[in-house]
Structures are given as C-alpha cells and as structure tokens.
C-alpha cells in the first residue's frame, strides 16, 4: 500500500493550495487519515485528521480556520484545501492513513512522501 500526495508547491502569502493523497490500491480499509508537515529544521507535526466517515475532523490551532481537510472514501483519496496561506506555512506536507489491508488482514500505518509546500512573503 502506497500513498501519493500531489499539490503542492510555490505559492504567495495569502494564496491557496489544495493538497490531495490517493492510496495505490482500494484493497485498503482506511480508517483515519491526517496531514502532518514538517518544517526545515522542525520536527513534524500534526495538521489535521479526518475520522472514517469523515464526521469527525480535528486541527491545529495554527491551521484553523484557514484549512479544510475531507476525503472521498470511494476514491481512498483525502485533501487539504489551504486557504490565506503564509510563509510559516512553508513545509513538506506527509500524507498518512491508518487502516486493513484486506488482502493479508494486517493492520498498517502507511505515509506518503511528502509534497513540498512553499510559501513567500
């Protein structure tokens, strides 16, 4: 199971950027999903996490109100939709879902590779 995050890139303070995460195969049970990013020189941190049906939905307070997490369980695809972004946004931005992978009945936690996020002044 493979995650692929796609999206990002070079933005000005104050634009938009809508970050997706498609997993390789639908023989994955996803459970929950989240953004995390990390910052050079920064540990890496929580964004956002979406609950399976999507109902539930938890983020950081310095992303509130400017960022949308959702998913599309049908697809196994999730995203983020950035709004008045700014530079300390700037960071790459990791994909992860925790869920079955129906073929083996394993339980994983599975990341992506991340996709850059830059954000000038």
């Known amino acids: 199971v493979q995650l692929v995050e796609s999206g990002g890139g070079l933005v000005q303070a104050g634009g938009s950027l809508r970050l997706s995460c498609a997993a390789s195969t639908r023989a994955f049970s996803i459970n929950k999903m989240g953004w995390y990013r990390q910052a050079p020189g920064k540990q890496r941190e929580l964004v956002a996490t979406i609950s399976n049906g999507g109902g539930s939905t938890n983020y950081a307070d310095s992303v509130k109100g400017r960022f949308t997490i959702s998913r599309d369980n049908a697809k196994n695809t999730m995203h983020l939709q950035m709004n008045s972004l700014k530079p300390e946004d700037t960071a790459v931005y990791y994909c992860?879902?925790?869920?079955?992978?129906?073929?083996?009945?394993?339980?994983?936690?599975?990341w992506g590779r991340g996709t850059l996020v830059t954000v000038s002044s």
């Open positions: 992860n879902a925790a869920g079955v992978d129906v073929l083996t009945d394993k339980y994983l936690e599975v």
